[in-house]
């Protein structure tokens, strides 16, 4: 029910699928929507997918693997063309953080180790970089080095596209404008172009049992489901914006930091964060607010800006290039997106950013639910609305708060000391203190969960203040939740 605005790991928007940072760009309005899956056999459910931007992770690919490999009838509509014959935008990299959660999801479809091997960079923590050029390691998992992975969104999008074109009951449509549908019947209409702008689009109509709309954070599906009543919808922008920047491999052709680890240099109000490529590049992203944007509108005043609060980044991007890509580019705004419900009865629903931006893990909790209820789809689609609206409130708040310890609180020493009581605590006690961030990223708690226990822990430390560690011990063994791991 809400989308995730800013993360480490990704469930995917800026990949969630989730703590660092993800997020929703205003500049997405523009490109269209893509339409993700529609299911149609015979006998067995027929399946229409309506997937997102060129830009933003296929879910609509992964969902089409699991409803095929169910063995439905699966078409699979996409509004551009097909990316793995495009070249990429400006020739920049953009790439995401998959944590465990995005990674079982894979696994449930036999493609956990091509990325993980093949594709996927570990990362061990957050490297943390000083205004004076220090830096500091700030670990993801001390006691059982668990990592997230870096993976470069044009490898995933490809290889899904890739996977899914395997199965012979899945169909590809690229070119596919969804221009209006009947949801509650399943049918839809497409405008189909060649891609060459030379030819009228001629349309094209479709029906199935279950429409899946993967496509984005301002869904065409969503928006026919804001006219049904009953339906609730709410938007916000937060006054932040990020703009994408790069730094290149060095002269010898290595990454011009420690490979390992997602950069942060957090400054209170803003930060930069800088994610490594397979090419040995880096995608960094400067997030700030929208005023302090505009304020730098000079050359003089940009190179000032970095050179007070970002000097150690000046020789790793370049002048030339970091006033060039800055320049050339534009801040793009982070939305967060709230709606419920997700699904109309047995025939449609939303997932991924389209309804709160937990896309993979969107996918095989639908895939559980059909374990459970077999092809019940009203059953199904009812329970999906439920479970993810709660997980969706909850990763929102989480989120949110994420950004807030990235960019300020991981300078300030009580944070530094909480971060110690945790680890202690998790090393002392692993089945009853699990710290936040370990388990929005490294179990399948649900967010939820993991919110309440985050509340608990909170209190707790609170009670460390006030009294001795005795009876401290003491209020954790009596009043500590039990942690569905």
Known sequence: MAS????????????SQHLEPSAVSQHQRSHGATVGLIIQTLGTIGIIFLKGKINKVHVGSLSACYFAKRGHQVDLFEYRDDIRL????????????????????LRKVGLEEVFVNQHGIPLEGRMIHGTNCTRRISPYDPRSKQCIYSVCRNYLNEILLTATE?????TLHFNHKLVSADLERGKLNFQRSTGHGTSQPE????????????????????????????????????????LELCIPPTEDGEFAMEQNYLHIWPRGTFMMIALPNQDRSWTVTLFMPLKQFRDL??????????GV??????????????????????????VSIKCHPYHVGDKAVIIGDAAHAMGFEDCLILDQLMDIHGDDL???LREFSQIRNEDAEAICDLAMYNYIEMRDLVNRRSYYIRKKLDELLFQLFPNLWMPLYPSVTFTNMSYRSCQANKHWQDQVRRVVVCTDLRNTLYVLNSSAPKLPL
């Open 4 to 15: 995730l605005v800013l993360t480490d790991s990704t469930q995917l928007t800026y990949d």
């Open 86 to 105: 495009s070249e990429h935008v400006r020739g920049r990299t953009i790439n995401l953080t998959m944590s465990s959660r995005a990674r079982a999801a």
């Open 166 to 170: 395997k199965y012979k009951n899945v």
């Open 309 to 334: 609060h970002f000097p150690d980044a000046i020789p790793l991007i370049g002048e030339g290039k970091l006033v060039a890509d800055f320049f050339a580019g534009r801040p793009c705004s982070l």
């Open 203 to 242: 349309m094209v109509s479709k029906a199935s049992d279950l429409v899946v709309g993967a496509d984005g954070a301002f869904s065409t599906v969503r928006m026919l489901l804001m006219k049904r009543p009953g339906f609730d919808y709410s938007q916000r922008y937060i006054e932040h914006g990020y």
């Open 378 to 380: 009203s059953v199904v």
């Open 297 to 306: 509108d000079t050359e003089a005043a940009l190179l000032y800006f970095f």
